[in-house]
């Protein structure tokens, strides 16, 4: 069992940038992939970015590359999402997500992953 909790989103203005982290328990945080997903109002939910359990492969929606970066610190069992040059079209409630998962690959889709958190809510404004 993984229990997440997302914190950091806010409110800004497009141009800016906004960190987001997500704290996760269990005590096998290496052995687990971790994802970002969005879902803004009236849509579906979209994978974001992704990252491994060691951290050695990440994979970004076409949307969100070279503007957004995920990372982790598997000695704090913590993932992070840097968002710069926000655009109005990345506001959405933030989730982050959790597999068990031993590979390098990188895990794209909402069905692929087992645990929530309850997300976190980003606004930019125009």
């Known amino acids: 069992q993984v229990h997440l909790v997302e914190s950091g989103g806010g409110f800004v203005q497009a141009g800016g940038s906004l960190s987001l982290s997500c704290a996760a328990s269990g005590r096998t945080f290496s052995s687990v992939a971790m994802g970002w997903f969005r879902q803004a109002p009236g849509k579906e939910r979209e994978f974001v970015a992704t990252?491994?359990?060691?951290?050695?492969?990440?994979c970004y929606a076409d949307s969100v590359k070279g503007r957004f970066t995920i990372s982790r610190n598997n000695a704090n069992n913590t993932m992070y999402l840097r968002m710069n040059s926000l655009k109005p079209e990345d506001t959405a409630d933030y989730y982050c997500a959790a597999k068990y998962s031993s590979g390098n690959y990188c895990h794209l889709r909402v069905n692929d992953y087992s645990y929530w958190g309850q997300g976190t809510q980003v606004t930019v404004s125009s």
């Open positions: 990252i491994t359990g060691s951290g050695g492969n990440t």
